[in-house]
């Protein structure tokens, strides 16, 4: 059976044996971590890495996927509550581009239905973290989907 490492608060056991289950899997390695009223309360990692198939490690190196989509939700989230973003306003009020690129695109809430498939930007290739905003956007409109 392989090891799993790190802590668990007592309240958050049944965690720590689901944890277990998954890594006994034996799919691959994991880690999860849990932060409740500003305390980490798990930190747990076990596991084979797929690399060298050695030991998962506390901070070992992963690529994660699609793990912005829950925090973008929490966002907009916050903005509906905070009032200053209407779930039912159509997306080009908050994004202008997105009426050149989807005219019949509808609300904020519909987003994740928009018919949008990988974009194909046709200019020359940015690195979009050293890309300044203004730019970015204005690749978009020009490109078609």
Same mark, same amino acid.
Not at 3 to 27: H, I, P
Not at 39 to 61: E, I, N, P, Q, Y
């Given at each position: 059976? %392989?090891?799993?490492?790190?802590?668990?608060?007592?309240?958050?056991?049944?965690?720590?044996?689901?944890?277990? *289950? &998954? &890594?006994?899997?034996?799919?691959?390695?994991?880690? @999860?971590? $849990?932060?409740?009223?500003?305390?980490? &309360?798990?930190?747990?990692?076990?596991?084979?890495?797929?690399?060298?198939?050695?030991?998962?490690?506390?901070?070992?190196? @992963?690529?994660?996927?699609? &793990?912005?989509?829950?925090?973008?939700?929490?966002?907009?989230?916050?903005?509906?509550?905070?009032?200053?973003?209407?779930? *039912?306003?159509?997306?080009?009020?908050?994004?202008?581009?997105?009426?050149?690129?989807?005219?019949?695109?509808?609300?904020?809430?519909?987003? %994740?239905?928009?018919?949008?498939?990988?974009?194909? $930007?046709?200019?020359? %290739? $940015?690195?979009?973290?050293?890309? %300044?905003?203004?730019?970015?956007?204005?690749?978009?409109?020009?490109?078609?989907?």
């Amino acid at each position: 059976m %392989p090891t799993v490492d790190g802590r668990c608060d007592s309240r958050f056991r049944l965690v720590a044996e689901v944890f277990v *289950d &998954v &890594v006994a899997a034996g799919r691959a390695g994991s880690a @999860v971590a $849990i932060w409740h009223d500003g305390h980490k &309360v798990v930190d747990l990692w076990g596991g084979r890495t797929a690399v060298s198939a050695g030991r998962w490690a506390r901070d070992a190196l @992963v690529m994660p996927y699609s &793990v912005s989509k829950p925090f973008s939700a929490v966002c907009a989230l916050l903005l509906v509550e905070r009032g200053l973003l209407a779930p *039912d306003a159509p997306g080009r009020c908050y994004w202008p581009e997105l009426a050149v690129m989807r005219p019949c695109a509808g609300s904020l809430m519909c987003g %994740p239905c928009w018919p949008v498939p990988p974009p194909l $930007i046709r200019t020359t %290739p $940015i690195n979009v973290t050293a890309c %300044p905003p203004d730019r970015c956007r204005a690749c978009l409109p020009a490109s078609r989907p």
